[in-house]
């Protein structure tokens, strides 16, 4: 009979301790929004918003798309990457189970906005009420796990990302000259009643269990390749969405701030990716590929370098691009993040 040797005994107890200690490292996360931070559910889904051909993916590891709206990573896995965790998997695809869904999931639907009549057009997709109802279906598949307690230990622990509001402008009030929505409301009445039923989103989250996080502004919309070739001002950026978007932005950051003091506990933290996409922007090399011109499709015009770009196509920034926004969202000072950038969050609810 063969007894097993101390050599192996001991290496057996060190793989199941770091094996631990990476489980205690890896913090759960949920990902909430629409195509800048889809990992792959609207494979899953008829619409047209979609990510699964080539040339989406052509950097990613596997050189494959995957639904990602990007050349390689997206936001959500450079997150990942830094906490230590795997890539959050869609929450429709049906490898999520078992200790997979004990890492987290991701609701996240491209096309969506925070109103329900943003992405009609797109037909099948995730809309936010959708994606928390999702959510709710998550903690119920949890519980048959790991019990009551543990899941809601689980939800509470977890870093959360919402990534929404895009769409409400380019797939919504400035979809089409006259559009429904800006018939209806001033630019400026437009922003104060996003921001309101934004407020009853993330008061929802709040009350499904999250307890930090993310959100992000709306990008710089208005410098994407598809914006500059429809409405470009002077050859640069749409000066009417840059406007859209220094009217969301502050008015999010007060909200954030004005449900934090609510709660009594800073639950919600703003990331101005608005900030950190324009400094990269900012560099003469940053646009392109695409120009705004058609779809990302086999025949676009690839360039051999998409490191040297801000977007990777008509709307969606490049991996590099992610890379910096996620960078900036660990370090940043408070004109990117605030109150708190994620590394600061991150030694916070490590002590806690
Ligand atoms: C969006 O639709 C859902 C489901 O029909 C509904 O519960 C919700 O109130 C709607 N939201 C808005 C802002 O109309
Ligand atoms: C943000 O993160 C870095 C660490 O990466 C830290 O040094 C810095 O002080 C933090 N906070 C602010 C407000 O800059």
Redo the contacts with the bound molecule.
């Keep these: 009979m063969a007894t097993p040797s101390i050599a192996g005994v001991i290496f057996s107890l060190v793989l199941a301790l770091s094996y631990g200690a990476l489980q205690a490292e890896a913090r759960v996360f949920f990902v909430f929004g629409d195509s800048l931070v889809d990992s792959g559910n609207n494979n899953y889904l008829a619409t047209t918003a979609r990510a699964d051909s080539p040339p989406y993916g052509i950097d990613y590891p596997t050189h494959r798309p995957t639904g990602r709206f990007s050349n390689g990573l997206n936001i959500p896995d450079l997150i990942s990457q830094r906490i230590g965790s795997k890539p959050v998997l869609p929450y429709l695809s049906p490898e999520l189970r078992g200790q997979r869904l004990l890492q987290g999931a991701n609701f996240a639907s491209a096309g969506i906005g925070i109103?329900?009549d943003t992405g009609v057009q797109f037909i099948n997709i995730i809309?936010m009420?959708r994606q928390l109802e999702y959510f709710q279906e998550y903690q119920r598949r949890a519980r048959a796990l790991i019990g009551v307690d543990q899941t809601e230990r689980l939800v509470k622990g977890a870093l959360v990302l919402i990534t929404v509001g895009g769409n409400d402008f380019v797939n919504n009030y400035y979809l089409l000259p006259y559009s429904a929505r800006s018939r209806q409301l001033s630019l400026p009445k437009y922003v104060r009643y996003l921001i309101l039923?934004y407020r009853k989103i993330l008061m929802k989250l709040y009350k499904l269990g999250a307890s930090r996080v993310l959100v992000t502004g709306t990008g710089p919309m208005g410098c994407a390749p598809a914006e500059l070739a429809m409405r470009g001002t002077n050859g640069g950026c749409s000066a009417e969405l840059q406007r859209a978007a220094s009217l969301y932005n502050p008015q999010l950051v007060g909200m954030l701030k004005g449900l934090n003091k609510k709660i009594g506990k800073t639950v919600f933290v703003a990331a101005n990716t608005q900030q950190s996409h324009l400094d990269f922007i900012s560099d003469p090399q940053a646009f392109g590929p695409y120009n705004g011109l058609g779809l990302c499709t086999v025949s676009s015009d690839l360039c051999p370098n998409r490191n040297l770009y801000a977007f990777w196509d008509a709307f969606h920034p490049s991996e590099k691009a992610n890379r910096l926004i996620v960078e900036k969202m660990f370090s940043g000072t408070t004109k990117y993040m605030y109150p708190m950038n994620l590394s600061t969050i991150m030694t916070l609810d490590a002590m806690a």
Excluded: D, F, I, Q
């Design positions: 109103l329900n809309r009420y039923e």
